[in-house]
Nanobody, 122 residues
């Protein structure tokens, strides 16, 4: 499966952005999806994950209550709605896919998108 992330940009603190990740192929519903992020000089970290049906979601403590992950299986797309953005949310955001259940560890994901830059100014 190929993943294409989009929707990043520059936003002021307190603002919102919605990231999208479009997946190729006809087996999108076989994959759990995740969003990870990598800030400058830091390791890539888990942000959010969603099960193949959308019925289960998981969030890192740092984004819980501000970010919402969702998916539209008819459009082969997963979203990350980001509200109340903070400068520390500045990072390249990556979407990822894995067969089976959701996961929070990078090695558990099989496919990765190219990343989209999110910059939050103070």
């Amino acid at each position: 499966v190929q993943l294409q992330a989009s929707g990043g940009g520059l936003v002021q603190a307190g603002g919102s952005l919605r990231l999208s990740c479009a997946a190729s192929g006809r087996t999108f519903t076989m994959y759990a999806m995740g969003w990870f992020r990598q800030a400058p000089g830091k390791e890539r970290e888990f942000a959010a994950a969603i099960s193949w049906s959308g019925g289960k979601t998981y969030y890192a403590d740092s984004v819980k209550g501000r970010f919402t992950i969702s998916r539209d299986n008819a459009k082969n797309t997963v979203y990350l709605q980001m509200n109340s953005l903070k400068p520390e949310d500045t990072a390249v955001y990556y979407c990822a896919a894995r067969r089976g259940n959701t996961a929070q560890a990078m090695p558990d994901y099989d496919y990765w998108g190219q990343g989209t830059q999110v910059t939050v100014s103070s």
